[in-house]
């Protein structure tokens, strides 16, 4: 247990539904990151927060994709409109300025 | 950031040394070699981190040539638990603004008893 949370671990959903994953932070760390993760392939980077403010956006993060961080503790990462490409394994990792604490992850997948 | 070059997968005996070699030969100097691992349906885990000295940790230790253009991560007794992917990273430290990670494809260690 890295002290990164992720909620659900598992989601099956329809085509064209909207699902939201929760990341808790270890309470110290002030940066935040998501990625996604396909079958066989390394993690890529979709986003960073630094306390509340999303310093950072990656070009994979469509307009379908909001994150936040709203009190620079929690964050969440919404799909909307999802499709079966969106199926992935979306992990989130917390830094206070040491290495990635990455959680366990919450695996999506789109029916 | 400078790119990494690992193998596909490689194969290690249960108790003996495991070897994955790292070729990052674009390295500038102010970037680090980091290893992560990912365990199957875990998040990737932090192994160990050099810049061109030599380093050990409880889990491992890291090799970094003179010209710092390659490096090899040792496990010095693999179990079985050491099945996983292994990441070899080069990032400048301290992190910029972004100190995001980019993760290429990985060495898949098959630890066999």
């Known amino acids: 247990d890295t002290g990164v949370s992720q909620d659900p671990r598992h989601k099956i959903t329809k085509r064209g539904q909207n699902v939201t994953f929760r990341c808790d932070p270890i309470s110290e760390h002030n940066r935040l990151y998501w990625y996604r993760q396909t079958l066989g392939q390394g993690p890529e980077f979709l986003t960073y927060?630094?306390?509340?403010?999303?310093?950072?956006k990656s070009r994979l993060l469509s307009d379908r994709f909001s994150a936040e961080r709203p009190k620079g503790s929690f964050s969440t990462l919404e799909i909307q409109r999802t499709e079966q490409g969106d199926s992935a394994m979306y992990l989130c990792?917390?830094?206070?300025?040491?290495?990635?604490?990455f959680g366990e992850g919450s695996r999506l997948t789109v029916l | 950031d400078a790119k990494t070059t690992q193998p596909t997968s490689m194969d290690c005996a249960e108790g003996r040394a495991a070897n994955l070699p790292c070729n990052h030969s674009?390295?500038?100097?102010?970037?680090?070699v980091y290893w992560y691992r990912q365990i199957h349906s875990q998040g990737p885990q932090y192994i160990i981190h050099?810049?061109?000295n030599n380093e050990t940790n409880e889990m491992a230790s890291l090799i970094i040539t003179e010209d710092r253009k390659s490096s090899t991560l040792i496990l010095p007794h693999a179990t079985l638990r050491d099945t996983a992917v292994y990441y070899c990273i080069v990032r400048p430290r301290p992190y910029n603004a972004g100190n995001m990670l980019t993760f290429g494809g990985g060495t898949r260690l098959m630890v066999k008893p």
């Open positions: 990792a917390s830094n206070g300025g040491g290495e990635l604490f």
């Open positions: 050099g810049l061109k």
């Open positions: 927060f630094q306390n509340e403010a999303q310093l950072e």
């Open positions: 674009t390295i500038s100097g102010n970037e680090y």
